[in-house]
Nanobody, 127 residues
Framework: QVQLVESGGGLVQAGGSLRLSCAAS????????MAWFRQTPGKEREFVAA????????YSADSVKGRFTVTRDNANNAVYLQMNSLKPEDTAVYYC????????????????????WGQGNQVTVSS
C-alpha cells in the first residue's frame, strides 16, 4: 500500500524559508514523478513543482520558479520541497503526490496524473 506522509509545515514570516518533507513507501517509484500541489479555501488544488524519481527532471509553476525547489533523498525514500523567499500568497495547504510519468505538454500539472496523495500540510506566511 502506497503511503505519502508529509511533514514540515508551519508559520513563517514573509521572506523566510520552510522545507516540506514527503516520506514515500509501499512501492518502487522508478518511473514515477513526485509532485507538490497546494490549495486555499474556495480554490482548486494547483500544481506547484515536481521531480521525476529517476532522471531528476524538474518542473515548476511560474509563480514559484526561482524560489521553490524539489529534491530527492534516495536513502530515506523521501522528497522535499524547499521554499525560499516566501510570500503571503504562498499560504496554503500543501500536498505531496505521486503518479506515473506521462508524455505531452503540461501533463504534470493535472491532478488526474497522480494516483497517490499525502494528507496535506498547512503553510502560513505572515506579512
Amino acid at each position: 500500500q502506497v503511503q505519502l506522509v508529509e511533514s514540515g509545515g508551519g508559520l513563517v514570516q514573509a521572506g523566510g524559508s520552510l522545507r516540506l518533507s514527503c516520506a514515500a513507501s509501499g512501492r518502487t517509484f522508478s518511473g514515477y514523478v513526485m509532485a507538490w500541489f497546494r490549495q486555499t479555501p474556495g480554490k482548486e488544488r494547483e500544481f506547484v513543482a515536481a521531480r521525476t524519481w529517476s532522471g531528476g527532471i524538474t518542473y515548476s509553476a511560474d509563480s514559484v520558479k526561482g524560489r521553490f525547489t524539489v529534491t530527492r533523498d534516495n536513502a530515506n525514500n523521501a522528497v522535499y520541497l524547499q521554499m525560499n523567499s516566501l510570500k503571503p500568497e504562498d499560504t496554503a495547504v500543501y500536498y505531496c503526490a505521486s503518479g506515473r510519468v506521462k508524455y505531452g505538454d503540461g501533463w504534470y500539472k493535472g491532478r488526474d496524473s497522480y494516483a497517490y496523495w499525502g494528507q496535506g500540510n498547512q503553510v502560513t506566511v505572515s506579512s
